[in-house]
């Protein structure tokens, strides 16, 4: 398919249309770059996240894990320099008010000028800039004061490190090990946008591998090819996806190597997920704000040191667009154009779909005792709505990898027909043998069929 097929466009029509992803607050004018996950967006996510908790947990024994608090000590974030150093620049216009990052100026549009980027419209006005921190503020208590301020977290990982000292007490692991976490933070973006690639509230799955100083940068090379396999292995085309390494003066002042694996979104090469090779800052700083000790001491060496830190930090907003977008897909079907996402079938919202022909005869009877017995395989749904060809255009279209007919001959022999999302293939199978047969399917090796040749 051309890459200009997926537009950022289409992909917001058909995430409105199939119930992934609304406007926040839609119904009071939408509040700038928040979203709504719905009924399908939510178990694409969740597929997502569980795959991402797979790879860290169930596929390892040196990893475990962890949920922290969104509202955290003021402390933690002047420990981690959150309070001091993260801004962006900020630049107003006086002429229609609206607020832009001056750093990206040149890639920006002008509201009432949208050919020329922000100041260079014949009645841009823009203010000097001024560093904005992105922080969201808040109280806690009752009582308005400088001693109740707080700030819903910028990013999961702090948690992980001020916690550093609770999980060795009770896991029983030494380094190298890992603290995972998935969970919401908060970052005032000045100029969010593209859809839920760039919002105000998002969610991160992050890890932080403790490691003894000498193995850092073995491991930080380990962390980079684990964490791009992980996509390709969940169907995400490698022509679309890169592993781009900093630049030196890209780096972070506490990281001595970052990389990102970035995916061709309709908007370019953008970043899915940093691996960061951290150092000791994180712990040297919170030991020194908090005065606790943050260090390890082996038993066996009797060595007492700061672990180093080698940080995959992915977004799971940016993740579930990457494989809607990789996923979107434009076909004909006897002249008729057909919209489909070809989704790995482990994160596809629903496995299966078990449609009867028609309402009557006692095929939705059958229709409804096939979908009892695949609960276990998977997410299953039951529709009989509208005639059978637009029942399978709108599981084409939220990425069913199978659908299940009943028809006038299921009556006859307990047979069903079982369709395949991308090849279209139809296949006779026993209602009996059903749940094994899609159980093998849903497990066996996938690859996008939307990949080039090999």
């Known amino acids: 398919m051309p890459t200009d097929v997926v537009t950022m466009d289409k992909i917001v029509a058909l995430c409105k249309r199939r119930g992934f992803v609304f406007p926040s607050s839609e119904i009071y004018g939408g509040l700038g770059s928040t979203y709504d996950f719905g009924h399908y967006g939510v178990l694409l996510k969740r597929n997502v996240k569980d795959e991402w908790w797979r790879a860290m947990l169930q596929d390892r024994e040196d990893i475990v894990a962890l949920d922290s608090a969104i509202l955290q000590h003021p402390r933690t974030w002047e420990a ?20 832009f990052r001056a750093d990206h100026l040149a890639d920006l549009q002008c509201p009432r000028k ?13 203010t000097d800039a001024r560093e904005f921190n992105l922080m969201f503020e808040t109280t806690v208590g009752p009582v308005r004061d400088a001693g109740s301020v707080a700030y819903l977290r910028p990013e999961t990982a702090q948690g992980i490190f001020v916690n550093f000292k609770n999980v060795l007490q009770f896991a029983r692991k030494k380094p190298p090990f890992g603290i995972a976490q998935v969970g919401k933070s908060f970052r005032n973006e000045i100029t969010p946008g593209n859809f839920i690639f760039r919002t105000r509230e998002f969610e991160q799955m992050e890890m932080e591998f403790f490691v003894p100083p000498g193995e850092a940068q073995d491991w930080y090379a380990f962390w980079k090819e684990a964490r791009f396999d992980w996509y390709v292995e969940l169907g995400i085309r490698t022509d679309h996806l890169r592993l781009r390494a900093h630049d030196s003066d890209e780096l972070s002042h506490y990281s001595s190597g970052t990389a990102d694996v970035e995916y061709l979104f309709p908007i370019g090469w953008s970043e899915l997920e940093g691996v960061a090779n951290r150092g000791d800052f994180d712990l040297t700083q919170h030991t020194e704000y908090s005065g606790e000790r943050l260090e390890y001491f082996d038993q066996a060496t009797k060595e007492r040191y700061t672990p180093h830190v080698i940080e995959p930090a992915a977004g799971a907003d940016r993740a579930t667009l990457a494989f809607l977008v990789d996923a979107y897909d434009e076909d004909d079907l006897g002249g008729e154009q057909r919209t489909v996402l070809k989704l790995h079938p482990r994160i596809a919202p629903v496995k299966v779909a078990v449609l009867p022909l028609v309402r009557k005869d006692g095929q939705p009877e059958l229709a409804r005792e096939v979908l009892a017995s695949l609960r276990g395989v998977g997410q299953a749904e039951y ?12 599981q084409d279209e939220i990425g069913t990898p199978y659908c299940v007919t009943v028809d006038h001959q299921s009556l006859e022999d307990r047979t069903v027909t079982v369709r395949d999302r991308d090849t279209l293939a139809q296949e006779r199978v026993a209602v009996d043998a059903l749940p094994g047969e899609l159980a093998g399917r849903l497990a066996a090796p996938w690859r996008s069929p939307k990949s080039a040749p090999v």
Do not use: M, N
Request: glycine content about 18%; overall charge neutral.
């Open 114 to 126: 949208p050919s020329k980027p922000p100041g260079e419209g014949p009645e841009c006005d823009l």
């Open 80 to 99: 981690s320099g959150h309070l001091a150093g993260f801004t962006d620049p900020l630049v107003d216009c006086r002429t229609c008010g609206t607020r």
């Open 383 to 394: 529709d009989e709505g509208g005639s059978i060809g637009k029942r399978y255009r709108r």
